[in-house]
């Protein structure tokens, strides 16, 4: 399934961009690939999809936040902007739309951190203070998906390197050592 994300700022525009296939490749795999362990408590769609949701909440938390200042100074309206950006993404899992969900909150973030520029509430060299810790979230979301997706093919090929290494079923374990030493 395809979805268009319709993005305002440019900002998030190059986020998206720049993240977005590795992000998908990678929920995809802790989806379908590591999905056949979902019987484990500490899953990697379970966790990443917690970790998505605690970045959710704090955005929309900083999205109340301004929506409060704009609403104390009377700015009813955030800037338009001549050239919102379309793009098309692949959703091959519901990681995916929550990574989508993100980067649209941000995108609406920056555009009421526009709207306090263009009224004079803040400085344009404050944008970028209160936007890094937005950009280290994405950022330390898109490492711990991939983490999780090298850590678990590493385990899968010490496992099957293991299962190699293990006599077979009524095949003496002496003569299986001995097979590993030589070809070793």
């Known amino acids: 399934m395809r979805r268009k994300v319709v993005l305002k700022t440019d900002v998030a525009y190059r986020t998206i961009l720049t993240s977005k296939d590795v992000f998908c490749q990678c929920a995809y795999e802790i989806t379908y690939l590591l999905g056949k362990k979902s019987g484990k408590r500490n899953h990697p769609h379970g966790r990443v999809m917690n970790y998505m949701q605690r970045i959710i909440n704090k955005l929309m938390e900083n999205q109340t936040q301004m929506d409060q200042i704009l609403a104390e100074n009377a700015i009813d309206s955030l800037p338009e902007y001549t050239d919102p950006k379309e793009i098309e993404i692949s959703v091959t899992s519901p990681l995916v739309n929550s990574y989508i969900q993100i980067v649209q909150l941000i995108d609406g973030l920056v555009q009421r951190l526009d709207a306090m520029w263009l009224s004079n509430l803040i400085y344009r060299s404050e944008i970028s203070k209160i936007t890094e810790p937005w950009w280290n979230d994405i950022l330390r979301l898109k490492r711990f998906v991939v983490l999780i997706v090298r850590k678990s093919s590493q385990q899968k090929n010490t496992a099957e ?11 003496p374990a002496e003569e299986r050592e001995d097979a590993a030493c030589a070809t070793a």
């Open 161 to 171: 390197n293991l299962k190699d290494r293990l006599p077979a079923a009524g095949e």
